[in-house]
């Protein structure tokens, strides 16, 4: 009689498995993600999950951290970094997150938003929070660096700005997990590009008329 194999299957693959876990947390949270439903959904048993990656905490956090360097986690980096001006990475960011929040290859939404709203334990809550945070930041340095440049004027606040960007960002991801599809998203990224560019034309009109 064959014996049952134990440990890790010939035919894991590592990255493929933290891809599979990455989606399974995007799309249920962390809490409501058992080390059970990560081995139905990886094809392994808890051994060969444990040996892979650790402790369940443990393969959130290499999640996380493949998500943070995947296309999904960087468009937000990379029009900041490829456009010439803030609005024009603003407008860019919200229209690629209309795309990618209904994208039908993988959970709906941003995985950091998603799981951030549900997440009651303490280290996940904080590293969602520090990771909003960090997107925060790099927008609200980008609009300084434009007031700094005198792309924009002086009157400029950059944290607001960048704060009203983050907010759209949110609701656009819920909206998707409500189940808005692309068009919907499409559209409310239009008038929320509109808005923050009237919103830094009001401030070029003040300081030119001051």
Same mark, same amino acid.
């Given at each position: 009689?064959?014996? @049952?194999? !134990?440990?890790?299957?010939?035919?894991?693959?590592?990255?493929?498995?933290?891809? @599979?876990? #990455?989606?399974?947390?995007?799309?249920?949270?962390?809490?409501?993600?058992?080390?059970?439903?990560?081995? !139905?959904?990886?094809?392994?048993?808890?051994? %060969?999950?444990?040996?892979?990656?650790?402790? @369940? @905490?443990?393969?959130?956090?290499?999640?996380?951290?493949?998500?943070?360097?995947?296309?999904?986690?960087?468009?937000?980096? !990379?029009?900041?970094?490829?456009?010439?001006?803030?609005?024009?990475?603003? +407008?860019?960011? #919200?229209?690629?997150?209309?795309?990618?929040? +209904?994208?039908?290859?993988?959970?709906?939404?941003?995985?950091?938003?998603?799981?951030?709203?549900?997440? +009651?334990?303490?280290?996940?809550?904080?590293?969602?929070?520090?990771?909003?945070?960090?997107?925060?930041?790099? *927008?609200?340095?980008?609009?300084?660096?434009?007031?700094?440049?005198?792309?924009?004027?002086?009157?400029?606040?950059?944290?607001? #700005?960048?704060?009203?960007?983050?907010?759209?960002?949110?609701? *656009? %991801?819920?909206?998707?997990?409500?189940?808005?599809?692309?068009? #919907?998203?499409?559209?409310?990224?239009?008038?929320?590009?509109?808005?923050?560019?009237?919103?830094?034309?009001? !401030?070029?009109?003040?300081?030119?008329?001051?």
């Amino acid at each position: 009689m064959a014996t @049952k194999q !134990r440990g890790r299957p010939r035919s894991f693959d590592r990255d493929e498995a933290l891809e @599979k876990a #990455l989606h399974a947390f995007w799309q249920h949270g962390y809490e409501a993600t058992s080390v059970a439903d990560l081995t !139905r959904v990886l094809g392994i048993g808890a051994p %060969s999950l444990y040996a892979a990656f650790g402790d @369940k @905490k443990a393969l959130f956090d290499a999640a996380v951290e493949a998500y943070a360097t995947s296309d999904n986690g960087t468009f937000i980096d !990379r029009a900041l970094a490829e456009e010439p001006t803030a609005v024009a990475a603003f +407008t860019r960011i #919200l229209r690629e997150a209309a795309v990618g929040y +209904t994208a039908p290859d993988r959970p709906r939404g941003c995985m950091v938003l998603s799981v951030g709203v549900s997440a +009651t334990t303490p280290e996940v809550v904080a590293k969602m929070r520090e990771l909003r945070a960090l997107n925060l930041a790099v *927008m609200t340095a980008r609009v300084q660096a434009d007031v700094t440049a005198g792309v924009l004027p002086p009157g400029t606040d950059p944290e607001k #700005l960048a704060t009203y960007a983050g907010a759209v960002l949110q609701g *656009m %991801s819920a909206q998707a997990r409500d189940g808005a599809d692309r068009e #919907l998203l499409q559209r409310v990224a239009e008038v929320a590009a509109a808005g923050f560019a009237a919103a830094v034309e009001d !401030r070029e009109v003040g300081a030119s008329g001051a």
